[in-house]
């Protein structure tokens, strides 16, 4: 993680001895920072012009948090370069300090003892909430509800201000068709349609329509780009796509938040087609900066500046930091190389001053939109810290999106939602029992042990008789962040308590799945089945009580086709943050119908990994014949996946009927398909409708199917609503190999309906 880290700042302390300590200078730079008259271009270029070649430099470098800043200056060792380089001006963000009264510490010094008096932005991986946490971001994309979306991250961004950070590292917008990957817990799954809406609303979430506002924060589109193709699925590995899948798959949720006006993005670990994405100027200048015009900044992943060398693309960390500046990275996250060598290459002519200039006009511009310069302490105040944190309102907000992401895989005989009284019922599984586990991987500013667990949702309904076996433990131990957890493979000594208790129950809740910890950075499975022993566990209690509502809970989709074919009821819960029991007791007892849709396909076995809906057709899609060889296939294992991407039941039913086309692309390129749908089922509920297109031959080569529409409705029992989509020719075209954005003629095909295997159709020309 960090490179020669001690050494790089040690050379920095003897490299900067320019600094100056001017009082008149002070004056005209606070009037400048708090100009009423100038516009944001012209305070950022007057400051700018008053900044050492070493000062802006330490705008483009990043820290992480790390002596105890309230207490005294440390004496020794890292903490006190870092000291030392904040008291000079030679540090512009900093990551990982939070709490008011530590953010003022660190800004006080920036603000008050260097020479300009620059405030830091404050960054913070605040992923899916920050105290109270929000359903893991691919447990929310399963809501396709937009607005639950972005009123989610509005709180995590309001709790998260309220402690003092201006900046997240959020929203993660890669695409992703490998569950092995750990991170897919972290993006909206493998549809860029899908992704492109989310991204965007999570972005207006965390950035509300005035960035200046103490109870909003800056966003970041994040890893650029390609991260989520990471071959087999294991994390920062190669990168290699052709520009058809990265044009029209990987590229488009990123664009989305550029034009959403997300204020910076990140760069990504993994080298793409053989250029490491930190020091790729095609990506962040060609593409992002240029052809986007994208004018917010750039931020390295943490140490990916000097991963470039093990990429064995840049010989030495000064060779890192020149193709990284070049390349467009505008601020190094703990890689410690632009600090280092940044000036001496500007001096040397390797990296033109004008692209540092343009690197810190675009930061101090964010900075200047927070509202920093006007008050560096804006986002520092106690009380609102103690109002905000933690508050009803955001556990309000946390459980609303946390019951819309649950998704109703199987419900066989209606065995769901349980009676609310009169049963006996047994709870079975240790992650019924965890406070910690929901909370998901990116926790670090949650408390262990504040989720609601299910066993305590449960205690909402008293009607039952409720008894609880642990079962066998999912983990046995999980030490810290950056560890392995360990999972119980062997000890199966607490089955016997459980069966005991699933033979005298009538129904039987079995709690299995992932634990938290098991999904996220650097967390990637080769095996995509219930970890442990927890197949055995659920094999056995089956055989004394088939009457089981399967509770999952997991990070990633997982390949449960035995439960599938053998357990009548199965309920996708995933991390679903703070409020994790309220809302599974919720959906179990049917005070809420289910609604999810699953945002990712789910396999049959890990071997049909990476499966996804939008694949290509081949020359040889179908079996010509009977048990014939020569066609695109496994000889096996089907084609089939488990639950296809859109996937989700409800308690009650919908009927789709009566698709129309209304085409009027040659008068006013628009094409309008409208569905009527109906509830035919006994309970009020709701229905994503997603509208699929299949561009059947075009110049590059289309998917067989592609998302280009969904819309949430509910009905009542008996109801019918029309829902109408609009195609125009954002829907209707795609990027060709140059990375140009094409609509061409020809022949379409729709199908409308409650998932990706629609089978209502229709077709059109344009
Ligand atoms: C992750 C980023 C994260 C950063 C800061 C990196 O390891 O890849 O997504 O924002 O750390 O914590």
Redesign the pocket.
Known sequence: MKYNILNALLICVIFFTSCKNSNESNQSVNDIKTSKSLSIEDKVEALLSKMTLEEKIGQMNQYNGFWDVTGPAPSDGEAEIKYEHLRKGYVGSM?NVKGVKDVRAVQKIAVEESRLGIPLIIGF?VIHGFKTTSPIPLAEAASWDLEAIKSSAEVAAKEAAASGINWT?AP?VDISRDARWGRVMEGAGEDPFLGSKIGVARVQGFQGEDLSSPLTIAACA??FAGYGFAESGKDYNTVDVGTSTLNNIILPPFKAASDAGVRTF?NS?NELNGIPATGNKMLQRDILKEKWNFDGFVVS??GSIAEMIAHGYAKDGKEAAKYAANAGSDMD?ESYLYVEHLAALVKEGEVDEALIDDAVRRILKVKFELGLFDDPYKYCNEDREKEIIGSEAINNTVLDVAKKSIVLLKNQNQLLPLKKEGQKIAVIGALADDKTSPLGNWRLAAEEGSAISLLEGLKNYTGNIITYAKGADVIIENTSFAKEVKINEDDTSGFAEALALAKSSDVVIMVLGEHGMQSG?GRSRANLSLPGVQQQLLEAVYKVNKNIVLVLHNGRPLAIDWADQNIPSILEVWQLGSQSGNAIAQVLFGDYNPSGKLPMTFPKNVNQVPIYYNYKSTGRPNMPAPDEVFWSHYSDQTNQPLYPFGFGLSYTTFKYDNLKVENTFSENKTVKVSVEITNTGNYKGKEVTQLYIRDLFASVTRPIRELKGFEMIELEPNQTKTVTFTLTENELGFYDNLGEFIVEKGDFKVFVGGDSSAKLSSEFKI
């Open positions: 990551i991986d590292f993660m994040k890893h990140m670990f992943d943490w996250m950075e």
